[in-house]
T-cell receptor, first 111, second 115 residues
């Protein structure tokens, strides 16, 4: 079956570093996505990991361990505008690569 | 690149009427488009997958006669909510994916309120 788990809520301080974890179980792995979604808006693409390891994109980095079914999104030098939901998603191998989303982690950044 | 638009952004309609939502990929050809529904503080729920020129594939529990999907071209898909009821009020989001690519790009969403 398909299952994606991530924490419901996290809080962090402006300027700090936060790590948002995601564990997944999918039948046939095709990569793992991270999206950012501000309240009332559509998700925006952050990263896509297919191979193990850390990929860095500015203040955001994403890590994947396929053997452990584990990924994390690392946000550095947090800014107030980073307050949003972060969605972990994995393609479902049953045709068309539709995405199965986790419930999302609501991150609150405070001064 | 990879811009997806949705129209309208907000719509209020009366119970029993039908509403059409358009999803367009503006700068790429989308062989596959997806329609999601999202309730407040909840994650996205996939409703259906549509491929250009073929019938949409609906997820379990989604009524295909109520949520009509048409993917007439490589840049346009439409979702029509027929005979809308207050429980259909939700945030509807489309996404599009280009052939050979894995990532999906989302439209800005449509907030539907049925009174």
């Amino acid at each position: 079956g398909q299952n994606i788990d991530q924490p419901t809520e996290m809080t962090a301080t402006e300027g700090a570093i936060v790590q948002i974890n995601c564990t997944y179980q999918t039948s046939g792995f095709n990569g793992l996505f991270w999206y950012q979604q501000h309240a009332g808006e559509a998700p925006t693409f952050l990263s896509y990991n297919v191979l193990d390891g850390l990929e860095e994109k500015g203040r955001f980095s994403s890590f994947l361990s396929r053997s452990k079914g584990y990924s994390y999104l690392l946000l550095k030098e947090l800014q107030m505008k980073d307050s949003a939901s972060y969605l972990c998603a994995a393609p479902f191998s049953g045709g068309y690569n539709k995405l199965i989303f986790g419930a999302g982690t609501r991150l609150a950044v405070h001064p | 690149g990879a811009v997806v638009s949705q129209h309208p952004s907000r719509v209020i309609c009366k119970s029993g009427t039908s509403v059409k939502i358009e999803c367009r990929s503006l700068d790429f050809q989308a062989t596959t488009m997806f329609w999601y529904r999202q309730f407040p503080k909840k994650s996205l729920m996939l409703m259906a997958t549509s491929n250009e020129g073929s019938k949409a594939t609906y997820e379990q529990g989604v009524e295909k006669d109520k949520f009509l999907i048409n993917h007439a071209s490589l840049t346009l898909s439409t979702l029509t909510v027929t005979s809308a009821h207050p429980e259909d009020s939700s945030f509807y989001i489309c996404s599009a994916r280009a052939e050979g690519r894995d990532e999906q790009y989302f439209g800005p969403g449509t907030r539907l309120t049925v009174t």
